[in-house]
């Protein structure tokens, strides 16, 4: 079943049955190294999340590592979810947007597209991305960038990636204390807290955005910021594919552009996991848009499983990542039902 956040429920009825394309954005953040700070991925691996993301999410299979990466506590990367989903109603194509790796995933014949981003440095000491350059590569490549289905799913894979997504917020006066996701079931607040106020630190007397971003932020959230923007102008069907990180995409969106983004087009898609965590509050940071949004969640959980692994998922230690939320809303549009996805993804832990 998909349940309304927001918006219009046309919206999804109209997609029912229509093809999709699935852009999967990486990209690193050494933020992401800070001790604590995350568990999406392995221990002293976690820049690698992202890559092996790609790999599993287009070919089933990991290449860059030895085994699909789960997190200290057991918990097996969501691209299992966003996988099976394709493989029992494919994408009409799946499509990498490289926006700055350390290690780039060994996939052949899948569109990777290349920006010649490199990975970011930590917020804590200054991220080091040319904001604007990159808000700049993501609207132009939206202005020309062709879609092959009739709407575009946009996924990302970014460690850490919630605590830079707050933290740009916070840096553009958005009252969002709070209201950004964890990985972790028992979100690190104080750790959080910590790395956020050195990096806002860094921008105390500062005054324009695009800077202030470029300390503060990442190339994911930036780059697919300036793509809603350049996407919303021409009309292109768009569905950010996740939670609250995804929503600092369309925050951060709203408060560079100089054009007023219609709405109509864009949606937000993500798990029940994710929309019904106390620890955050999705539907507030969307009501933060100066426009209206469609945003949904499947309601969609392992209770048909008794794996260990899988159980994690719905007891809160994994939310969302690799559009899990928005595939599995996919797969309710095109009547996949949740006894094959549960199935399917156990085939994968076995």
């Not at 991305?129 to 709407?151: H, M, P, R």
């Not at 768009?238 to 100089?258: E, H, P, R, W, Y």
């Not at 998922?313 to 994994?318: I, L, M, S």
Request: net charge negative; charged share 25%; aromatic share 10%.
């Amino acid at each position: 079943m998909i349940k309304k956040i927001v918006g219009n429920s046309d919206f999804i009825e109209y997609l029912r049955g229509k093809s999709a394309t699935f852009a999967l954005s990486i990209s690193t953040t050494k933020t992401c190294e800070i001790d604590g700070l995350t568990q999406a991925g392995i221990p002293g691996l976690i820049h690698l999340t992202p890559t092996l993301d790609a790999e599993f999410f287009t070919t089933q299979e990991v290449r860059s590592l030895t085994d699909i990466a789960t997190t200290p506590k057991g918990v097996p990367t969501p691209a299992l979810i966003s996988r099976a989903v394709h493989l029992l109603n494919p994408f009409r194509e799946i499509e990498i947007f490289d926006l700055g790796v350390e290690v780039k995933p060994k996939i052949d014949y899948f569109k990777i597209y290349e920006f010649g981003l490199s990975y970011t440095k930590s917020i804590k000491e200054g991220a080091g991305i040319d904001a604007k350059k990159v808000f700049e590569l993501g609207f132009n490549f939206a202005t020309n960038y062709e879609l092959k289905s009739d709407y575009l799913i946009l996924g990302e894979s970014v460690p850490s990636g919630t605590t830079t997504a707050l933290c740009s917020t916070l840096a553009l006066g958005y009252d969002c204390k709070g209201k950004f996701s964890s990985s972790y079931k028992d979100s690190p607040e104080s750790i959080k807290n910590q790395v956020i106020k050195s990096a806002l630190k860094n921008i105390e007397n500062i005054e324009d955005d695009f800077f202030k971003l470029s300390l503060v932020s990442d190339n994911m959230l930036i780059f697919n910021a300036g793509f809603v923007v350049g996407a919303s102008k021409r009309g292109i069907k768009t569905i950010l594919a996740g939670g609250t990180q995804m929503a600092g995409v369309l925050l951060i969106a709203d408060k560079l552009s100089n054009l007023k983004i219609d709405g109509k087009n864009l949606g937000l898609f993500t798990t029940k996991w994710l929309a019904e965590d106390e620890n955050s509050d999705l539907k507030a940071l969307l009501q933060m848009l100066s426009f209206e949004l469609n945003a949904f969640y499947s309601d969609f959980d392992f209770s048909l499983s008794e794996h260990p692994a899988l159980k994690l998922y719905d007891e809160g230690e994994a939310k969302e990542g690799v559009g899990a939320g928005a595939c599995l809303v996919y797969a309710d549009l095109n009547g996949v039902d949740k006894y094959k996805i549960t199935k399917k993804i156990e085939v994968f832990l076995q």
